[in-house]
């Protein structure tokens, strides 16, 4: 490859014109003083609405998780890190519910799988990131930890507002 | 008997009240310099931050003013480790080295005109030497054994490095600090500081009525720019901070230092930037002369402390213009630097030495 040196004028030559002009560009941003710091612990950025953060499981207007143990997204998840126990609600309604819904978070990648592979929007992963603890165990998430997590999404929207089957959001 | 008593104790009074002026004016020179440097880093921190559209730093004590503390108190308390690859003498002298040059570089630089106390006479500055810009000049030129001494202790190719580029560069630019001066010695037509700022507060009279003050920058104006160039260089500020690139050598020199010895190359570098802005200010912009003040009708007392502050506020000037500058430019490579210095800045320093002596061989001639 042929290198060609650009043709510089006698000032840029000089060079300390030039270094005048560059001198003159930092003190305007030093004059200016418009800084783009967020001063994180006190004030943290704003995240986008599709952020992915630490997942929720959405309830039902009675509080229990929508969630039909279909076990999608357990199969959807690349990192494994969902597990789940289903069991039978006892509700001529309802054919499953979990009884138990874990998901490692030291596993999980914040892909957003499961949230798109859930048939019943019962899962999402909310904006909330700071997770920060000094235990392991902290950050597997039981399925009551998951329902609490509705806290990270502001009240209106705990609720999922897509229209399911009736008769199984009656339980 | 009584008599010679009373005559020795006399002479015991006088000589302390002659030693103590120094004591004080050394105690709080000290004083003043390590503060400064402590609190130019914060500056640099800062500056820097404010260019970048940064905040800097604001946590410790209210806009971040008590950071410096918060530094020392780290670099004393962080364990103290000589690897075990490095030659233990000259590892632990060097930062020494490094260091006490440049605390010893100030001492001789006035930092205010005389002031009246007690019947005495007492000129606000440490050590008034007859031939300080040299003693300057040597001292600075001891700090270059400091950082090819950590380079070479150190036993590591990047500190090696940078001690080798350290050398060279000081060596090249040493010769180019002391030509760019040569030209304002030749017109000052003395060697003591003192002496240059007394002959900077003379005026020339322009149109009748407009005095101009016999600052260097006025009659060395080509002379004042490649001094400050050097000056950069023999600072090891950017752009000429090659001894310690830290992309290309890690840290250079000071790679294997950690703790207190390598705070102690930190305030090195910044003590010696001090003492070169002190000196540029002394040598170009009139040392503690504030323009057109004589016509002000203040007591002598009043001006030397104004005096002070002038001085000051001018050095803090040139602390800045460094800092400014090393957030600006790019690195040089290392062949440009040696260029810049010996095809550049070296020439033209001679050619400076070389008009000065004629214009004044010309204007001074008996006619
Ligand atoms: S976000 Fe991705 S990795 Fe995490 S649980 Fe969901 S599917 Fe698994
Ligand atoms: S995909 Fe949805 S409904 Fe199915 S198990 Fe997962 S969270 Fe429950």
Not at chain 1, 9 to 30: A, D, V
Not at chain 2, 37 to 54: G, H, I, N, P, V
Not at chain 2, 60 to 66: N, R, S, T, Y
Request: proline share 5%; hydrophobic share 45%.
């Amino acid at each position: 490859m042929i290198v060609r040196k650009p043709q510089l004028s006698l000032t840029q030559k000089l060079y300390l014109p030039e270094i005048l002009r560059g001198l003159m560009i930092t003190m305007r941003h030093f004059l200016r003083r418009k800084s783009v710091t967020y001063e994180y612990p006190e004030k943290a950025k704003p995240v986008p609405a599709n952020f992915r953060g630490l997942h929720r499981l959405i309830q039902r207007p009675t509080g229990k998780e929508r969630c039909v143990a279909c076990e999608l997204c357990l199969t959807a998840c690349p990192a494994n890190c969902i597990s789940m126990v289903a069991t039978d609600p006892n509700d001529p309604n309802v054919e499953k519910f979990p009884l138990r819904y874990e998901i490692d978070t030291l596993r999980c990648i914040y892909c957003g799988f499961c949230e798109e592979a859930c048939p019943c929007d019962a899962i999402e992963l909310t904006p909330h990131y700071e997770q920060a603890s000094s235990r392991r165990e902290d950050f597997v998430h039981a399925k009551s930890r998951l329902l609490e997590n509705n806290q990270f999404v502001p009240e209106g929207e705990r609720i999922s507002r897509v229209k399911t089957n009736e008769t199984y959001l009656r339980v | 008997m009584e008599g010679g008593v009373g005559i020795e104790s006399h002479l015991f009074m006088d000589l302390i009240l002659d030693l103590l002026p120094i004591l004080v004016k050394m105690l709080v020179g000290f004083f003043v310099v390590l503060t400064t440097t402590a609190y130019l880093t914060l500056a640099e921190r800062k500056f820097s931050a404010y260019m970048q559209d940064r905040i800097g730093p604001n946590r410790v004590g209210p806009f971040g003013l008590l950071q410096p503390l918060a530094d020392g108190v780290k670099f004393i308390f962080k364990e103290d480790v000589v690897p075990n690859h490095v030659h233990k003498v000259f590892y632990i002298a060097a930062p020494a080295l490094m260091l006490v040059p440049a605390l010893l570089g100030y001492v001789v630089i006035p930092f205010g005109d005389s002031i009246e106390l007690f019947g005495r006479t007492i000129t606000l500055q440490i050590a008034d030497v007859d031939i300080g810009i040299l003693y300057i000049l040597a001292i600075g030129g001891l700090s270059v054994y400091g950082l090819f001494m950590a380079g070479w202790a150190s036993n590591n190719k990047y500190s090696l490095l940078g001690g080798l580029r350290a050398s060279a560069q000081m060596v090249s630019y040493e010769l180019t600090l002391g030509l760019s001066v040569v030209g304002a010695l030749l017109v000052y037509g003395t060697a003591n500081l003192r002496q240059i700022v007394l002959h900077q507060t003379e005026y020339w009279t322009l149109f009748g009525s407009i005095q101009v003050p016999h600052w260097g920058i006025f009659l060395q104006p080509l002379g004042f720019v490649l001094f400050l160039i050097s000056a950069f260089a023999e600072s090891n500020r950017l752009p000429f901070d090659l001894p310690e690139a830290e992309n290309e050598l890690v840290g250079g020199y000071h790679t294997e230092y950690g703790s207190m010895k390598f705070a102690m190359f930190f305030m090195g570098e910044y003590t010696g930037m001090i003492t070169i802005s002190a000196l540029t200010v002394t040598f170009f912009f009139g040392g503690w002369h504030i323009p057109w003040i004589e016509h002000a009708g203040l007591t002598h007392n009043v001006v030397a402390a104004l005096g002070v502050l002038a001085f000051l506020a001018k050095t803090a000037c040139f602390l800045f213009l460094f800092i400014w500058v090393r957030w600006t430019l790019p690195r040089f490579r290392y062949d440009q630097l040696m260029s810049l210095s010996w095809k550049g800045v070296f020439p033209a320093a001679l050619l400076n030495v070389f008009g000065t002596a004629l214009c004044l061989y010309v204007l001074r001639r008996p006619m």
